[in-house]
């Protein structure tokens, strides 16, 4: 088994849980940015595809392109991350699951682990999120498209970073502005990280049992990028709502889940749902691979020490 929520001292949960976030989130920002551009493009002005989005993106600077409203989630994710392995260590010794290091996990705990763990962390990823994707959506399109009422994409204000947007954000709808789409983060995330943890904590177990002459790192890099693109695979429509819902937060042309899902296929069909799933694939392997392969590493040197 892999070792992760398994320590002796749940705080190295925490401390590993901060320093693989971190080398997650800055390996895959600028497919976040590309995801969220090709979920949030209005129906009248879509890009080609994939490659177009990032063409357009490419042609500015990255503190406006690619890393745009990078910053709070860098710094955040780190916070996020560690509350996440840490409680995932909490409920994984809750069911005893700490004293069986040595054997096959048990599915049904790492599962409900993963999706219990996540309930904290969606109350600051959140409005972290409503930020982050808000900013991104405000990327211009080469050839701006009409909105609402003649309102355009590039006359809408542009923030020049996230307090600015948060600022903006609270002004106009208060905390309910900054919590845009919680619901749905919270049926997105918490089902996605019970498969995440498990279909890593199976692989990483089989492959160290069948591959005993292969680096454990490797094999952490490996199957933490599987586990990430396997657990994006069932909840990519919920993530497509969020992203419209959150990014929504000024004209608010959505009511809520339902009344964004129906809108959004009535438009566009049910394709609409699958926006940005290219940019999600190949994101999800590398930052997962990088998250989970530090995490293990750093959470196995500190139970080493067993300070």
Known sequence: MSGTGAGTNVINDYIAGAIGGCAGM??????DTVKVQMQTQPA???????????QNIANLNLSKGFFRGLSWPLMSYAFMNSIF???YGHVL?????HERECEEPLHPQVFAAGCLATAPTVFISCPIDVI??????Q???ETPGVLEDGVTELSQKFYRGPIEAAIDIFKQSGMRGLF????TQMARDSPAN?????SYELASYEAAKYLPNVPPQLINFMCGGVSGVLSWIPIMPFDVIKSRIQADAHRELYKGFWDCARKSYAEEGYIVFWRGSVAVGVRAFPVNAVTLMVYSDILKWMNDLDW
């Not at 009248?44 to 990032?54: E, M, Q, R």
């Not at 010794?93 to 699951?97: A, L, T």
């Not at 982050?132 to 959506?137: E, P």
Request: hydrophobic letters at 40%; charged letters at 10%; one cysteine or more.
């Open 139 to 141: 990327i211009k399109h």
């Open 26 to 31: 800055a390996v895959g920002h600028p497919l």
């Open 93 to 97: 010794q809750w069911f005893g699951h």
């Open 85 to 87: 392995f840490g409680c």
């Open 180 to 183: 845009r789409g919680f619901w």
């Open 194 to 198: 019970g498969v995440y943890m498990i």
């Open 44 to 54: 009248n002005n879509l890009y080609k595809g994939t490659w177009d989005c990032i």
């Open 132 to 137: 982050k994707v808000t900013m991104q959506a």
